[in-house]
């Protein structure tokens, strides 16, 4: 019995540490959908190719434009984008 416990405690925390980075990537994904679809499609950022550093250039360019990404949210959305066109 203390055996089966111990192994549902392994699993459930490997389960979270292997879901969480997936799921704020999803979350990302989304508000990307959301936010950066408002004002021109996201094709123009599906299809650009630019690392981590060039988003947050272009990011910020957005935001001052009036993109509602929140402060606390814009590294999990350049850290997204960063993983595209890899
Ligand atoms: C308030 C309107 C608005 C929103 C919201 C917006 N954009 Fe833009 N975006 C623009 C305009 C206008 C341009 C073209 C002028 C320019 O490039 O500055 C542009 C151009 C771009 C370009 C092409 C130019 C470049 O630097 O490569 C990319 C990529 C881009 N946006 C990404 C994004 C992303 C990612 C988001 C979400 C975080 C976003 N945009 C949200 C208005 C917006």
Redo the contacts with the bound molecule.
Sequence with gaps: MKNFIVILVGCTFLFLFIASPASAQSEAKAL?DR??A???NTK??YS?NKDAAAWEK??D??IK???A?RPEEKDA?IKY?GTLNK
């Design positions: 990307v936010e950066c408002k004002c021109h123009r950022i650009a272009t990011v360019r957005m434009k009036g993109a990404i959305v984008l």
